[in-house]
Every structure is written in structure tokens, then in C-alpha cells.
């Protein structure tokens, strides 16, 4: 396993902390939420200030030396809310990487059945652990939750959860998607992001 894989197994993703990718990616993470703030489950509005300031750069820029530059890239524009210019850079990467953002952005749509078909792509990744742990301490946290972690992830029921989440529009199961969204994205963040020792 990489070194990113050992690291993944941090489960306190409140210590997050989006200084360890740079100053450039610190101050766009900055302009809301510092990598902290759940995402939506579908699409949604972000700070002019964030767009214009990843319009201008590059992956090259933000995370040279990092394992997946292009993928992080499309991790950041999926943080803020932009399907489509995540979509543009992830179709490109071909990777599980590229196909785990991809199918991350198309469950986010929503579209279930292509969501699905990228995660059939991403197989195994060596962030599913950490993720399934997290996932569990989220849903214990969340009273009447259903939705079962397991010891293996398996990003199949969490498409069908987000569906339910959405459709249900319960307050318990929407934060624990959300929650368990932001836990996704912190790991395959930093997975991708964080620089090569």
C-alpha cells in the first residue's frame, strides 16, 4: 500500500486540514469551509471568489508532486458544487481515481445507474476501508438511520442510500449522506492531493 493509502486510516476527519496541500489549495478551500463544510447531494451555488480562483489555476500548479494531480483537481471542483467542470477533467483520468470521482459527481446529478457504472470501474480502492469505518461512526451517531456500513465499503448502497436520502428527505438520513459524502471526499482528497514523501 502507498504511503497515502497508510495515512487514510486517520478516522477523525474533523482534523482534516486543507494547510497540508499547499498554500494555493489551502486559500481555495478557505473561501468556504476549509474541506469541513458537506457538500450537497445534488448540485449547488459556490463563492464566485472559488470559481474564479480555480478558473485561473491548474492542476500542475496546485499539486505538483502529489500522486494524482488531474483527479484532485476534479475533487476540488466537485467540492464546490460543479458537476460540470468536475465532469470535463475526470472523464480524462484514467484511473481509479478518475473513475471514482466520476462516478462520485454522477451519484451527485443525480444518476444512479452511471454513478454505478464508474464504481464498477473503481473496484477496490484503498480508500473503502477508511471509508466503511467512517460510514459507521456517522450512522452511530445518527439515530434511526438505516444504512449499513459494513466492514467492507460498498458504494453501490450508498448510491441507493443518497436515492432514498433524497427522496425521503429526512433530516437524520440527509445529514448522515452528507456526512458520509464529506468523509468520501476528504479520503479520496487527500489520497489523490496530498504530495508524495
Not at 72 to 98: D, F
Not at 175 to 189: G, H, V
Request: aromatic share 10%.
Amino acid at each position: 500500500m502507498s504511503s497515502a493509502g497508510v495515512r487514510l486510516r486517520q478516522l477523525d476527519l474533523t482534523l482534516f486540514d486543507s494547510t497540508r496541500y499547499g498554500d494555493a489549495v489551502q486559500r481555495i478551500l478557505a473561501l468556504d469551509g476549509d474541506g469541513l463544510r458537506p457538500m450537497p447531494l445534488g448540485g449547488g451555488d459556490a463563492p464566485e471568489s472559488a470559481l474564479r480562483a480555480l478558473g485561473e489555476t491548474d492542476a500542475g500548479r496546485l499539486f505538483p508532486g502529489s500522486y494524482a494531480a488531474d483527479a484532485a483537481m476534479g475533487g476540488l471542483w466537485l467540492y464546490y458544487s460543479q458537476l460540470e467542470a468536475a465532469h470535463t477533467i475526470v472523464q480524462n483520468v484514467p484511473s481509479q481515481e478518475g473513475s471514482f470521482w466520476h462516478g462520485i459527481m454522477h451519484r451527485r446529478e443525480p444518476d444512479a445507474g452511471n454513478a454505478a457504472y464508474w464504481f464498477r470501474r473503481v473496484g477496490r480502492h484503498a480508500c473503502f476501508p477508511a471509508l466503511a469505518e467512517a460510514a459507521g461512526a456517522i450512522v452511530e451517531r445518527c439515530p434511526g438511520v438505516k444504512f449499513e456500513a459494513g466492514s467492507e465499503w460498498d458504494p453501490f448502497g450508498f448510491i441507493d442510500f443518497c436515492e432514498e436520502a433524497r427522496r425521503d428527505r429526512g433530516p437524520a438520513a440527509m445529514r448522515a449522506a452528507k456526512e458520509i459524502q464529506l468523509a468520501e471526499w476528504q479520503l479520496l482528497f487527500d489520497f489523490c492531493a496530498r504530495p508524495l514523501d
